[in-house]
């Protein structure tokens, strides 16, 4: 079946380096979501990208959606302690099903 | 507060028990989903009801069910409890069906001993 391959399952960063997720999908995607999971929590939405190519950003993230609208990243510059979580990401399938990656946890080193 | 309210929020029960999730959408919202997530998993697809109707089914186990009611809540039935049914049980909830954006609820942490 269709699925979207979510790496790396894990990215141990020293607080102020980048953090990068990547999301690959076997097919074209309708659009992608990103979701942030919080120790503890539940996953919270961050942002939706529909169209090929397309670039977002919220403050020190940035989301990427591919020109085959089949991959898409987030990257996170200067990280902080409040980005400790798991990022997922969510492809829309032709069907508009959400098919979920594993999602990427972000570990701040001590 | 996302909208989304789950009950119970934790319930330790023994194998071979039968459960009920509770989910009560955001207001407005037509579709509910429910996830699981296994300790440090990733999100597993259960199932998705609009408006009262079932609409998409994921990886749900025969001894799984679930449904939406007319005022757009839904109960998810867990029955022959295992112990790998140990989990954290998501809802969601969207205004519409297909891959709105999600507001999941706080989860309901089921322990099964």
Not at chain 2, 41 to 64: C, D, P, S, T, V
Not at chain 2, 99 to 110: D, E, M, P, Y
Request: aromatic share 10%.
């Amino acid at each position: 079946g269709q699925q979207v391959m979510q790496i790396p399952q894990y990215q141990h960063v020293q607080e102020g380096e980048d953090f990068t997720t990547y999301c690959n999908s076997s097919t074209t995607l309708s659009n992608i979501q990103w979701y942030k999971q919080r120790p503890g929590g539940h996953p919270v939405f961050l942002i939706q990208l529909v169209k090929s190519g397309e670039v977002k950003k919220q403050k020190r993230l940035t989301f990427q959606f591919g020109e085959a609208k089949k991959n898409s990243s987030l990257h996170i510059t200067a990280t902080q302690t409040t980005d400790v979580g798991t990022y997922f990401c969510a492809g829309a399938d032709s069907n508009y099903q959400l098919i979920w990656g594993a999602g990427t946890k972000l570990i701040i080193k001590p | 507060d996302s909208g989304v309210t789950q009950t119970p929020k934790h319930l330790i029960t023994a194998t071979g028990q039968r459960v009920t999730l509770r989910c009560s959408p955001r207001s407005g919202d037509l579709s509910v989903y429910w996830y699981q997530q296994s300790l440090d998993q990733g999100l597993q697809f259960l199932i998705q009801y609009y408006n009262g109707e079932e609409r998409a089914k994921g990886n749900i186990l025969e001894r799984f069910s679930a449904q939406q009611f007319p005022d757009l809540h839904s109960e998810l039935n867990l029955s022959s409890l295992e112990l790998g049914d140990s989990a954290l049980y998501f809802c969601a909830s969207s205004v519409v069906g297909g891959a709105n954006v999600l507001t999941f609820g706080a989860g309901s942490r089921l322990t099964v001993l």
